[in-house]
């Protein structure tokens, strides 16, 4: 099988693009330059690796956000990085055809392959709320993870389970890592996931082989190693007490802290706030609307999206919205006051310097 720099050469592409394709490739996944060579190294030398993915019970948003990547495109993913042998969604073969591609790829890589999870099983009625090539996909499943070398769980669907586990969650829809326990996965929670950290997470593993550090619920910590509040542009307005009140008010308008509407940022871990969306453009909180925590498990059971979370000392914030507000004013109202003393007594020195002088 052909190495990625192969590919590239065979597209036309120079050496000199092919090294800054290494170089944007490090700095997503926020690497530092001396990581260059060895990506560059990687990418010259190891062929292409396998990869199936599959679909189970979903809405497809997963592979929609995956083809929008920017940094590297997912042209360049698809076609040149990995060897996509089989995706219902994108092969342009089908039926027979397509699962027979199926079975030769692991047959011919067992033990070399990734999987590459979208969706989840439903369990109820022996599976048969989502069939796949005649047969529940929970077999399907089964199947094709005996032999592969780790599973990428994309999105919350495949991570958590999502909206399709919902209360009563009458197919018991179920995430994969609770279906699958004897092989390593990775879990790119969200719904969907941002399209650089879905690239981000293939291009680490290819690169140097071995899974990216997950976090105690399984998630790459490059990625999800932060809060969305940690880096929210608008976090100056909440400690500052400065809260949207609603969604038409002045608060609104002047970019101040959603928390008050609901905004889950203070207790959801993602690169929403760094990483962004659509090539870095934006993302919901820039656009006016609070997170909702999609990429945490149980969000669609946690009540409205616009009712505000009270109490998450725990999570790091010390006080509620209420509180900071308070607090702020009571700061500001104090050093106010303190300044007006201070101004108070070098005046009265003044004018006591002023009469001593005559």
Not at 51 to 66: K, M
Not at 205 to 211: A, D, K, Q, W
Request: hydrophobic share 35%.
């Amino acid at each position: 099988m052909e190495t990625f720099y192969e590919v590239m050469r065979r597209q036309g592409i120079s050496r000199r693009s092919f090294l800054k394709y290494c170089s944007l490739t490090a700095t997503s996944l926020g690497l530092a330059p001396s990581f260059v060579p060895q990506i560059a190294h990687a990418m010259e030398t190891k062929p292409r690796t396998p990869v199936l993915w599959l679909h189970g019970l979903e809405c497809t948003c997963c592979s929609e956000s995956f083809i929008r990547s920017a940094h590297p495109l997912a042209k360049d993913v698809v076609l040149s990085m990995i060897s996509l042998d089989y995706d219902d969604l994108l092969m342009a073969a089908a039926g027979h055809q397509a699962e027979a591609a199926l079975d030769e790829v692991i047959e011919k890589y067992k033990g070399q392959y990734i999987l590459a999870v979208e969706g989840n099983p439903p369990l109820n009625q022996d599976g048969m709320s989502c069939i796949i090539g005649g047969k529940p996909f929970v077999e399907q499943l089964r199947h094709v993870t005996r032999d592969c070398k780790a599973i990428i769980s994309w999105g919350s669907c495949a991570s958590w389970g999502c909206v399709q586990a919902a209360k009563p969650n009458p197919t018991q829809a179920t995430p994969v890592h609770k279906v699958i326990t004897d092989k390593p996965i990775i879990k790119v929670p969200g719904c969907p996931p941002i399209a650089e950290v879905m690239t981000g997470v293939i291009t680490y593993m290819l690169t140097f082989e071995r899974i990216p550090e997950l976090d105690r619920q399984g998630r790459p910590k490059m990625f999800y190693g932060q809060r969305i509040h940690d880096k929210c542009y608008r976090r100056p307005h909440f400690d500052a007490g400065q809260f949207a009140e609603a969604w038409d008010d002045e608060g609104s308008r002047k970019g101040y802290c959603l928390y008050k509407m609901g905004c889950k940022g203070p207790t959801t871990y993602n690169a929403c706030s760094t990483v962004r969306w659509n090539g870095g453009v934006s993302f919901p909180i820039q656009s006016g609307h609070g997170c909702i925590g999609c990429s945490e498990d149980g969000f669609w059971d946690k009540g409205s999206f616009y009712d505000r979370v009270t109490d998450i000392q725990q999570f790091g914030v010390e006080s509620t919205a209420d509180q900071v507000g308070a607090a702020a004013i009571g700061a500001v109202g104090a050093a106010v006051a303190a300044h007006a003393a201070v101004s108070a007594i070098r005046q009265s020195r003044t004018r006591q310097s002023d009469a001593s002088n005559k």
